[in-house]
């Protein structure tokens, strides 16, 4: 079955540090991929998507991610992370010609010190 | 209304119990869709509407879980005999049509004590 797995469960960083956050998917078919966001009580908000074309893909907030589709995988980065970054992150992909279900990975918490 | 509106926020039911979650999508979305987000998991899909009828309903876990959309628009997720396991954030996102621009709810925080 296809699925989504990242790395990271829980990320603790300092305001200013770099982030990186590991996405990887198994299907080898086409896809299109998703970074979501929830911010402690709120709902889920879209990051930034990639459905073709240029790989590298520029989110709101500064956020940016990669995909590598020979590394099945679509990393979500930031240069410099903010305390208002504190939230609970999300990958998920859909796979293309399907219902257009979103398969979510578990999360990542990340948790942005001042 | 701008988004998608999901009621009640928060449903505590006993065991054993019926229960009904609602969930309003922006005007003129075809797409619905239900997810369940456990503890500590990213949300599972459950079912998907495509106007009023249930095009992919592969994520419903057992035939306690129903949902309808009799007029392609308002959504309601029907849990029979409901379980402590089924206790859990119940989502829905709709979209234009099925092309995955998705906006989700808040959701309904279902507790069965």
């Known amino acids: 079955a296809q699925s989504v797995s990242q790395h990271n469960h829980h990320v603790i960083l300092s305001e200013a540090a770099s982030l990186e956050l590991g996405c990887n998917y198994s299907y080898g078919g086409t896809v299109n991929l998703f970074w979501y966001v929830q911010y402690p009580g709120q709902h889920l908000q879209l990051l930034l998507k990639?459905?073709?074309?240029?790989?590298l893909v520029k989110g709101i907030k500064g956020f940016e991610a990669e995909f590598i589709k020979s590394k099945f995988s679509f990393n979500l980065r930031k240069p410099s992370v903010q305390w208002s970054d504190t939230a609970e992150y999300f990958c998920?992909?859909?796979?293309?010609?399907?219902?257009?279900?979103?398969?979510f990975g578990q999360g990542t918490t990340l948790q942005v010190k001042p | 209304g701008a988004g998608v509106s999901q009621t009640p926020s928060n449903k505590v039911t006993e065991k054993g119990k019926y229960v009904e979650l609602r969930c309003d999508p922006i005007s003129g979305h075809t797409a619905l869709y239900w997810y369940r987000q456990s503890l500590g998991q990213g949300p599972e899909f459950l079912i998907y509407?495509?106007?009023?009828?249930?095009?992919?309903d592969s994520g419903l876990p057992n035939d306690r879980f129903f949902a309808v959309r009799p007029e392609g628009s308002v959504s309601t997720l029907k849990i029979q005999r409901t379980e402590r396991g089924d206790s859990a954030v119940y989502l829905c996102a709709s979209s234009p049509d099925n092309n995955y621009g998705y906006t989700f709810g808040s959701g309904t925080r279902l507790t069965v004590v």
């Open positions: 998920a992909v859909v796979i293309k010609g399907n219902t257009g279900k979103l398969i």
């Open positions: 509407f495509q106007g009023t009828g249930a095009a992919d």
């Open positions: 990639y459905f073709s074309g240029d790989p």
